[in-house]
């Protein structure tokens, strides 16, 4: 078992060493008053000038030893949470090497799998194209989780700085799922745009591509739905454009709602390895919005089923009037 | 010889394309194959379908593979397991062949060695049969006859005494005994009680093991409020234990 031992757990460390610092606080004002009387009860005894000895206050002295202590508890606090924030990243890290190992591991399984048995036997032309697609699907899976990580580590970067070009976003969002409809097989993807207006925003394409990739195939890959469906609707608002995409997957719990956006996090238990994929791609949207100076949020209706993302936008509507 | 029964495998794999190319070359060697995508559904064909070999995934959805291997090891400490697994480090091994898995194999694998072991681990099995059948039960890693304190449990009649007399188990409640004699003195979670014992994960609440772990200190315990065997962990879940005599 690698639990360390209880007395090393970081919690009880922080609250044993606060209630040591202020112990000591109070035994140095006690000690203080004990000896300053002891000292003033011998001045009056020698009848000697009180305030030429005695003179530096009873009060500076536990003021400056409080504010002293008070500087030594913050210290302790900040390592604590410092401490506290590095085992997380840590957990969060192995947690990431663990999920990307297996996303990168499958496909290649499956390649290396399929390479073997061609080598080994010989199948009819039509299983050698069945499998042959199996390949080269493997082989697109590969690729994504290979530009997820480097384009996050670019955008971390600041790669992208400065492409940004005004397109309408409503004819990008429909220019990408007529681009790319086969990858979402049976779901059903509504693209609603009640204002009919079009919505010209600077963005860099590349990116806002794969922010919408990210979103399109949570909504069917967290689906059990017969038919996965993924509803995208344009709402200006006063504050900003929403660009909601609403699917009817499984939902997420609202206790995880903050926690998906972090950077390898993901839901699932990581003890039993029930989680899988990169933990990136939710990470990457909200990186992307940011980047696009907006950002996203997520509803669920939990016990109902699915869940809402929306890709809010600082949008200036008086800018543009409607086509 | 006896090879007119065709070997029956059970793969247990989520990702269909690797599912499918496992199947496709056991096959292709004379295997009948089945898949099944997830814990709970693999557990159903185990039971159903009795494979003599089952090829197991460990990160499955819902059960995970681990809990799968154990469920099944409480009832059949013979049928050859083989885990194949993305998690090649040793940690994960040694945990695979604490619980009782027989051959444990890294992705990505050599076609040609997945199945020479699978060959092998039949092939033993097949001799382990022969000689099996002149000495009846005994396949699970717990006894017949468990003792604890003055408690005694028969797992082949469903009997049991306990200070409040003689007890019909219920089958459940004997697997779910095997289950804590198995792992006496680890602690188990309500959630793995669940999983192995019941063989689901989401639907059901915790509950039911709650239910059953009351039923036990009234069998077992002298004074069901002041456990001594079925402890309660706070917020980890129930451990069993006693002094060894």
Known sequence: MSQSKWFLHPILIFVSSIVAVGLSLFLYIYWYLEVSTGLKSVIERASLDRDQILAPQTWVVILVLSVLVGIILMGIFTIFVYHQKTIQLYRLQRNFISNFTHELKTPVTSMKLYLQTFRKHELSREDQLKYIGYMVQDADRLSDSINRILSLAKIESGVYEDRFVAEDLVEVVEHFYEKNRPLFGRCEVTIHNPSGRSFPYPINLVLFEMLLMNLFTNAIKYNEAEVPRLDVRFEPKARGLHIRFEDNGIGIPRSEAKKIFRKFYQIGRAEDMSAKGTGLGLHLVESIARFHEGRVIVESKEGEKGSVFSLILPFKFPMTGSK | ?245
Do not use: C
Request: aromatic share 10%; net charge neutral; glycine share 6%.
């Open chain 2, 1 to 245: 010889m006896a090879d007119f029964k065709q070997e029956r495998i059970l793969v247990v794999e989520d990702e269909s394309h690797l599912a499918e190319g496992l199947k496709l070359n056991l096959t292709l060697e004379g295997y009948e194959v089945r898949i099944a995508a997830d814990g709970s559904s693999a557990l159903q064909q185990w039971k159903e379908w009795r494979p003599d070999l089952i090829v197991l995934d460990i990160m499955l959805p819902q059960i995970d593979g681990l809990s799968v291997l154990r469920a099944i090891r409480l009832e059949d400490e013979r049928l050859p397991i083989l885990i194949l697994s993305a998690k090649a480090d040793s940690e994960h091994r040694v945990k695979g062949f604490s619980y009782g898995v027989d051959d444990y194999l890294a992705k990505p694998f050599n076609l040609d060695e997945f199945l020479l072991r699978v060959k092998r681990l039949l092939t033993r099995v097949s001799w382990s049969r022969e000689s099996a059948d002149s000495d009846a039960g005994g396949t699970s890693s717990v006894p017949q006859l468990y003792r604890f304190g003055s408690n005694t449990i028969d797992f082949e009649t469903l009997n049991a005494q306990g200070p409040s007399g003689r007890i019909a188990l219920t089958e459940q409640e004997a697997k779910l005994l095997k289950l804590f004699v198995a792992n006496r003195g680890k602690p188990l979670s309500r959630d793995k009680l669940l999983e192995i014992g019941w063989g689901y994960s989401r639907g059901t609440t915790t509950r039911t093991v709650d239910n059953f772990i009351v039923r036990f200190r009234k069998y077992f315990e002298t004074d069901p409020k002041k456990p001594v065997y079925f402890k309660s962990l706070r917020s980890v879940g129930y451990v069993f234990d006693h002094d060894s005599d």
